[in-house]
């Protein structure tokens, strides 16, 4: 008889997550009914909070702040223990003394994206106005509603300019709409593995992830809290799916090879003899531990309708006339998700309205999660950026 | 080829004057107006961009080595990875005063397209290049019988990243040919000096290691 073994359930039944959608281990900035979001959907949200992690400390003349935006899965803790799943912060290896962000430097703020479960007001946040988990009668966001968020957060810290707004992926797309939509605000932008745009097969991969949740019939329609399920097979198979962009052919051979796992020869059954198989599984059951599968339609929803073009007349290069914010753009050759094409295209848009941009395309196997891995050229180019623009900006040496 | 008739101020050009900076360097940024825009194509580690920066120009530049944009970067420049050959065309009509070609036509694949490019995008062009007409190669070429090397040109026939040499005369030609107009030529020797400029023409062609020239649109046949 064939033997299945299905993915498994995960070990924490969301308590932990779900509490952290509403009481965020991390500082929030609440902002009441006098002052309402404006959605891009046409819905004025309030009340509304936004989770936020600081690393580092703001210097006198309020000129070191740096602004991470995180990727689509991502959250704030960058560099501290996640409160739900105990591992490291997402990006360690970029954000810290000494290292590119340099914490001793530079004032590290990132913030829960809208829409996300860790904090910030999203689908799995209360709805203040029912008492009850907001689900799908949360509104539509977009990447500029996040930016927007992330705007009113800067200005309940006091922050008038912020040195840089740093991010890869989902995160890039905001650093490239912070630029475009607060010039005056942003001295420079590092804009990492991102697009202008969320392409057709990018839309293609985020549906495929979505109508996987849906089709759990544990997601109920999106009223899961309610009715004590959560679609975890779903949202399981949609993150493996997603994985899957995340990384490269080279990459995947490199690490995986048809190696078999725990086993020398294959078991005729839909088991995960492979180590590849074993590894998406698990990728998957360890991400729907910590992560809320309304917050992941929303999200892909936002990255899905990013197009900075379309609110210039088509033209990119509109975007950013007259920016005079300094520019790095960073793209990874193995990486097909945003591939360099879609960097070129951001870079020649900037050249086009004179603005200030560095580009350097890494080469790299890892493929589109490269931005988050020790790439050390990478981080070459990331410091040497922010080291330039802060002596532009009159950032001492000697820290902040 | 009115070459002799261009006028060449060009104080402090000798290589004592200065011992880090490459005279070519100094020539091309006595040739740029302050406060123009510039384009640095091929501008490896940003020397040359960084020296126009000093002179308060405002310099971009375009590398293919990632090492070199990786200095460049570390310097503040504001460079993107790129190849001219392919890269050019993504450039707006008009978007700097000058776009500086140093030392790097010889590499491109198509230094014609090349050439016309730098004129789209830039009002003027400066480009500098390697004088395959030099007397030291002729000499290896004719006495040796092999392909010249030279203390600035190393690299061995079948390594070498320069697939187009052409001499100062081919140079010219060329700009002839397609419209350009010269404002200003120089030829520097071996020790980056000008040759001096009451020489014949054949002169330059022979015994200038290098040519630089200031390079507009509409020349000769418009």
């Given amino acids: ?400 | 080829m009115a070459l002799q008739e261009q006028a060449l101020p060009l104080p402090g050009l000798a290589p004592q004057a200065s011992t880090s900076l490459r005279p070519d360097h100094l020539l091309v940024a006595e040739m740029v107006e302050p406060g123009s825009r510039v384009l640095d194509v091929g501008c490896g580690d940003g020397d040359l961009l960084q020296l126009l920066e000093s002179r308060g120009i405002d310099g971009r530049g375009i590398e293919l080595s990632r090492e070199g944009v990786n200095h460049c970067v570390a310097k503040g420049l504001a460079v993107v990875q790129g190849d001219a050959d392919t890269d050019l065309g993504n450039y707006p009509d008009d978007a700097f005063d000058y776009v500086i070609l140093s030392q790097t036509l010889q590499a491109t694949r198509q230094p014609k397209a090349v050439l016309e490019n730098l004129l789209r995008i830039g009002h003027r062009a400066i480009v500098s290049f390697p004088n395959f007409g030099f007397w030291k190669m002729r000499l290896q070429l004719l006495i040796g019988g092999h392909m010249p090397r030279t203390e600035n040109l190393p690299a061995t026939w079948y390594d070498t990243p320069n697939i187009h040499f052409c001499t100062i005369k081919d140079f010219v030609q060329l700009c002839d040919e397609i419209h350009v107009k010269m404002e200003r030529a120089v030829a520097l020797d071996l020790y980056g000096r000008p040759v001096p400029l009451n020489l014949p023409w054949w002169v330059w062609n022979m015994f200038g290691e290098q040519g630089v020239f200031l390079l507009s649109r509409g020349g000769k046949g418009r």
């Fill in chain 1, 1 to 400: 008889m064939t033997k299945v073994q299905s993915i498994k359930s995960p070990s924490i039944q969301g308590e932990d997550r779900a509490h952290e959608a509403d009481h965020p281990s991390s500082l929030v900035a609440k902002f009441g009914m006098d002052q309402p979001l404006k959605l891009d959907c046409g819905i004025d949200l309030a009340p509304f909070q936004i989770a936020y992690q600081t690393y580092g400390e703001l210097n006198a003349e309020r000129s070191n702040a740096i602004l991470v935006c995180h990727a689509l899965t991502g959250d704030q803790h960058v560099n501290n223990l996640h409160p739900v799943t105990g591992k490291p912060g997402w990006w360690e290896t970029m954000v810290g003394p000494g290292r590119p962000l340099d914490t001793s430097r530079y004032f590290i703020i990132c913030s829960n994206v809208l829409g996300g479960c860790m904090g910030s007001t999203g689908p799995a946040s209360l709805n203040p106005a029912t008492g009850k988990v907001w689900g799908l009668d949360f509104p539509i966001i977009t990447i500029p509603d996040m930016v927007r968020a992330q705007a009113m957060l800067i200005d309940q810290l006091g922050i008038e300019t912020l040195f840089a707004v740093v991010g890869g992926s989902m995160g890039g797309m905001q650093a490239v709409q912070w630029a475009a939509a607060y010039p005056e605000r942003v001295f420079s932008t590092l804009a990492i593995a991102c697009s202008t745009r969320h392409s057709a097969q990018n839309i293609a991969f985020h549906e495929l992830g979505r109508q996987a949740v849906m089709a759990d019939p544990d997601w109920r329609g999106g009223s899961y809290v309610d009715q004590g399920t959560h679609p975890h097979r779903g949202l399981a198979v949609a993150r493996m799916a997603a994985h899957i962009t995340y990384l490269s052919d080279a990459a995947l051979h490199r690490k995986f090879g048809r190696r078999m796992q725990d086993r020398e020869l294959p078991t005729f059954s839909f088991d995960a003899d492979f180590q590849v198989e074993s590894y998406l599984r698990y990728q998957g059951s360890s991400f729907v531990e910590r992560f809320d599968a309304n917050s992941y339609l929303y999200l892909t929803r936002a990255m899905d309708y990013f197009d900075i073009a379309a609110d210039h007349n088509g033209v990119l290069a509109q975007a950013f006339r007259g920016v005079e914010t300094r520019f790095c753009v960073v793209s990874f050759t193995s990486d097909w998700l945003f591939p360099t094409s879609e960097a070129r295209a951001l870079v020649h848009a900037l050249n086009a309205s004179s603005a200030r941009v560095s580009f350097a395309e890494i080469e790299t196997d890892k493929g589109h999660d490269a931005f988050l891995l020790d790439v050390p050229e990478f981080f070459d180019i990331a410091r040497a950026f922010l080291h330039s623009a802060g002596k532009s900006r009159g950032l001492g040496d000697a820290g902040a």
